[in-house]
């Protein structure tokens, strides 16, 4: 008895009871709800979700592979460019892929490809975020008729076919890799214009924006401080569903001719040189498709994933 | 509605005219033509070739030649199909990619709807995760793998069914399963969205309190009003639609708009990439038309003034 007053005595009225099994979980709760940023909790949201997270490792190791790639390391035993005389040859263990007609390692090539494949799906990706912000935040932050106009181009861009438009595109600006990104970046950054719009004139209203105006700050620094950190999340989301429709496009585009060609090498490229020969050995193509499939896939899965992690609607709900 | 009709159609001239010309310019500003590749020629027959189709003129005055011939109907001669018109080529290329086109739609309709339905009425079972897999896999995989798959089992391995050439009925199954694959994820997933949305509504549940069953709502309450934006979808769909039958057609070497087009664009065939892209424009404008049309039919809020 005389012990337990003594350890009150010690303790700081004002902190709670160390010894008390009910503060110590409050105290670890607060500590931890507080270090959980908007990230973190985001991360915890996706890794609840399978095939978001399956898709988020397998994303990773795509691009990890990649970039291993460009330093020369492949994961196998060949070069992307050494031929053997073993033409065409089935999937075998020393060839877990077989081989292409110069007896080149298909396994190999597709790692090199991916170098390609993915950087065009990045690329467009950044290309898509910076015209359609840029583009969206002028339409949704001035408003008015330049919106309405601005919107209407948005409208009209929309309902084109991409590939229509691309390979129309392609004609004037080549069938290499900047011409392929010239116009990959032409379709693609209407999602985010409209994305980035509504979000700009659905926050002008809040309180928060007026605030930041009456204290005299400027346009570009509302912009950039004040709305677009408020509309990335959806800008994250569609970014993401930006990459695989770019690696399929590409991969569409090469394949039937009027995209990429050798000695370029990407994955469009790999299945078109398996098109060719399908009826005899189908292992050409279908490991290049299997491999743009996975990526595709994944992305798709990964952005669903992280629309549903960083929408606030759903967060409540799962709280 | 026939007001609306008519709007739509003054409409389409200047969006015509303003493809025409984008399309015009596009093509023809790049350096190189279609007779590039034939370097054998020697240059008074390529300055008299070039002479017949007028490409040796200045680019305006081809431009409103061509607008000119445009305007009265001729879509202009095709370099390489020798003595082909576009007129003809489009005459004959339009009707078998429609077939195939509406062949594909059909499938996805039949397929795509019902099972977005049923994964919105089991939602969050297992049925609905492997729709929701189904579908996400049938977006993701490029139309030339679905095409390559087909091919490989049904023609190569099993030899039941043709996959080239455009003779028979039997020869319609191959490209038309390879066109609707994506455009059956696209509606499976917007029908489940849609289903979703309104099975939340207020009159779903008293229909449900009054007695009604579960079944019996879904028909006559729930699938009725989630339609709607089904409906309005066409118009993307359409490009959709397009998008594949580039893929198909090639794939399959069916004579249709889609593989005209590439051999065009590859070939530098001017006339003819004007043609046929003059075409598919005036077919998403129809299809958005319809759209439009189908708002006013379908949902009596709606009604466009006009």
């Not at chain 1, 600006?173 to 900047?178: A, E, F, N, P, S």
Request: charged share 15%; proline share 5%.
């Amino acid at each position: 008895m005389s012990s337990s007053l003594e350890q009150l005595s010690i303790q700081n009225p004002g902190e709670p009871d160390p010894n008390s099994d009910l503060s110590r979980d409050e105290s670890y709760a607060n500590k931890r709800r507080i270090r959980r940023g908007p990230v973190q909790e985001a991360w915890r949201r996706l890794k609840s979700i399978p095939t978001a997270y399956v898709a988020f490792w397998l994303i990773l190791f795509m691009i990890s592979m990649a970039i291993l790639s460009a330093f020369g390391i492949h994961l196998t035993a060949y070069n992307y460019d050494e031929t053997s005389l073993q033409t065409i040859a089935n999937p075998s263990w020393s060839h877990l892929m077989g081989t292409d007609e110069l007896g080149r390692d298909l396994l190999t090539r597709i790692i090199y490809g991916s170098q390609l494949s993915i950087s065009i799906g990045l690329v467009t990706a950044g290309i898509a975020l910076v015209v359609g912000t840029i583009y969206g935040a002028i339409a949704g932050y001035y408003g008015g008729t330049l919106d309405s106009i601005l919107m209407r181009g948005v409208d009209i861009a929309y309902s084109l076919p991409d590939l229509l438009v691309m390979i129309l595109v392609g004609v004037l600006v080549g069938h290499g890799t900047i011409g392929i990104l010239f116009a990959l970046g032409l379709v693609s950054w209407m999602g985010t214009a409209r994305l980035v719009r509504a979000q700009f004139l659905q926050l002008q209203h809040e309180e928060f924006i007026e605030a930041a105006r009456a204290s005299g700050q400027s346009t570009f620094w509302i912009i950039t401080k004040h709305l677009l950190p408020n509309a990335l999340g959806p800008i994250i989301v569609a970014l993401t569903f930006t990459v695989p429709s770019a690696i399929l496009a590409e991969s569409t585009l090469s394949f039937i001719g009027l995209g990429l060609s050798p000695p370029a090498c990407s994955w469009g490229t790999l299945a078109a040189d398996g098109w060719r020969a399908l009826r005899t050995h189908p292992h050409l193509i279908f490991f290049p498709s299997l491999f743009i499939f996975t990526a595709v896939l994944s992305f798709n899965f990964l952005g669903d994933g992280l629309r549903d992690a960083l929408d606030p609607r759903t967060r409540v709900k799962s709280k | 509605m026939f007001g609306l009709i008519a709007r739509r159609i003054l409409w389409a001239i200047p969006v015509m005219f303003i493809v025409a010309s984008a399309t015009f310019l596009l093509v023809r500003i790049v350096p190189g033509g279609p007779f590039d590749e034939d370097k054998s020629l020697p240059p008074e027959v390529l300055q008299n070739i070039k002479a017949k189709y007028h490409l040796d003129r200045p680019v305006h005055e081809q431009y409103f030649f061509y607008m000119d011939r445009l305007a009265h109907g001729d879509l202009g001669i095709s370099y390489k199909y020798v003595h082909r018109t576009v007129n003809d080529i489009l005459a004959n290329a339009l009707p078998v990619s429609i077939e195939l086109g509406f062949a594909g739609l059909l499938i996805a309709i039949c397929v795509g709807i019902p099972l977005g339905c049923l994964a919105a009425v089991r939602r969050a079972t297992t049925v609905d995760y492997l729709c929701m897999f189904l579908t996400t896999a049938g977006i993701s995989v490029p139309g030339f793998v679905v095409g390559a798959l087909l091919i490989f089992v049904f023609g190569i391995w099993l030899r039941i069914l043709p996959v080239a050439l455009w003779e028979s009925p039997r020869h319609v199954l191959l490209p038309a399963l390879t066109l609707a694959a994506g455009p059956t994820a696209y509606l499976a997933r917007l029908t489940r969205a849609s289903v979703l949305e309104v099975m939340e509504k207020d009159w779903v549940r008293t229909a449900r309190s009054k007695g009604l069953s579960a079944q019996a709502t879904i028909i006559k309450h729930v699938l009725r009003n989630s339609l709607m934006p089904v409906v309005t979808v066409l118009g993307p769909l359409t490009a959709i639609l397009i998008t594949g039958s580039f893929i198909v057609e090639y794939m399959y070497a069916i004579p249709g708009m889609g593989r005209f087009f590439i051999t065009a664009v590859t070939n530098r065939d001017y006339d003819l990439i004007m043609g046929t892209t003059l075409v598919f424009a005036l077919l998403l404008i129809i299809a958005n038309t319809l759209v439009d049309l189908a708002y006013t039919v379908l949902d009596p809020k709606v009604r466009i003034e006009g």
